[in-house]
T-cell receptor
């Protein structure tokens, strides 16, 4: 069965500090991994996907198949990064998303 | 384009009742997926509709059913409501092109269902 684990429900860092949100997955095939973000009073939206290998709002994430991880990183956190972050896995061709429980990130001034 | 829209915004039902939630996909999208998000949890996949048929289904009982209309909009129906059905129900739309992979899913604001 496919599973996504985000070990931290809450994460608090100071502005300007590096931030890393952890995500581990369980899937025997070739997964597609995503990070979705939900800012206060806004809908869930895609932040980035491993296929595109791009940096969005300073965030990057590298798929590590050996460790089955897809951690989200940003070198210098900003207050506007405070939000709920969800890691999600899609099975190839399925378009169905399997989400982790989410991590609430708070950036302190 | 208003993006994905859902109605109603919230509603309250009692145990045993039936409920219908509605979703209009983003313009140009032909695939609709439904997710249930319980408090403090990530969204859980219920099912997906494409070409007016259920294409995939998650681990939800038959009390959960759906429909997709020719204009690609969709309904989620839940019968015999239980207290545990209280959740935020999210609709997401995407575009299927043959067996294209990894098309981004765009989410609606959700419908908050409370079962008393």
């Amino acid at each position: 069965a496919q599973r996504v684990t985000q070990p931290e429900k809450l994460l608090s860092v100071f502005k300007g500090a590096p931030v890393e949100l952890k995500c581990n997955y369980s899937y025997s095939g070739s997964p597609e991994l995503f990070w979705y973000v939900q800012y206060s009073r806004q809908r869930l939206q895609l932040l980035l996907r491993h296929i595109s290998r791009e940096s969005i709002k300073g965030f990057t994430a590298d798929l590590n198949k050996g460790e089955t991880s897809f951690h989200l990183k940003k070198p210098f956190a900003q207050e506007e990064d405070s939000a709920m972050y969800y890691c999600a896995l899609s099975i190839q061709g399925a378009q169905k998303l399997v989400f982790g429980q989410g991590t609430r990130l708070t950036i302190n001034p | 384009d208003a993006g994905v829209t859902q109605s109603p915004t919230h509603l309250i039902k009692t145990r045993g009742q039936q409920v219908t939630l509605r979703c209009s996909p983003k313009s140009g999208h032909d695939t609709v997926s439904w997710y249930q998000q319980a408090l403090g949890q990530g969204p859980q996949f219920i099912f997906q509709y494409y070409e007016e048929e259920e294409r995939q289904r998650g681990n939800f009982p038959d009390r959960f059913s759906g429909h997709q209309f020719p204009n690609y909009s969709s309904e989620l129906n839940v019968n015999a409501l239980l207290l545990g059905d209280s959740a935020l129900y999210l609709c997401a739309s995407s575009w299927t092109s043959g067996r294209a992979l990894g098309n981004e899913q765009f989410f609606g604001p959700g419908t908050r269902l409370t079962v008393l």
